[in-house]
Nanobody, 121 residues
């Protein structure tokens, strides 16, 4: 079994910064891509940023230049540094990881429980 635990959400004023963390634990063989998604009330969940095991990254246009995704493969952890936050960034942020279980040959997607980010104007 694999668990993803997120931390770092909270309330911040517009223009401020937050750093989200997501640590994977359990019976892990290897982790492929890791990513951050967000879902605002009434909206569908959207991809915010993704990082491959090799460190390649991709971002949704609305966060380019403000958010940075990174990972520490030794800790099975992915981070999202969010700067210049805007009220429209307010959402529940979820991490996702493509994990191959120890002793298996295929990857499954695992999700964190979500962490609330609220940006006040």
């Amino acid at each position: 079994q694999v668990q993803l635990v997120e931390s770092g959400g909270g309330l911040v004023q517009a223009g401020g910064s937050l750093r989200l963390s997501c640590a994977a634990s359990g019976s892990i063989g290897s982790i492929n891509a890791m990513g951050w998604y967000r879902q605002a009330p009434g909206n569908q969940r959207e991809l915010v940023a993704v990082i491959t095991s090799g460190g390649s990254t991709n971002y949704v246009d609305s966060v380019k230049g403000r958010f940075t995704i990174s990972r520490d493969n030794t800790k099975n952890t992915v981070y999202l540094q969010m700067n210049s936050l805007k009220p429209e960034d307010t959402a529940v942020y979820y991490c996702k990881a493509e994990v191959r279980g120890r002793g298996t040959y295929y990857y499954n997607d695992y999700w964190g429980q979500g962490t609330q980010v609220t940006v006040s104007s």
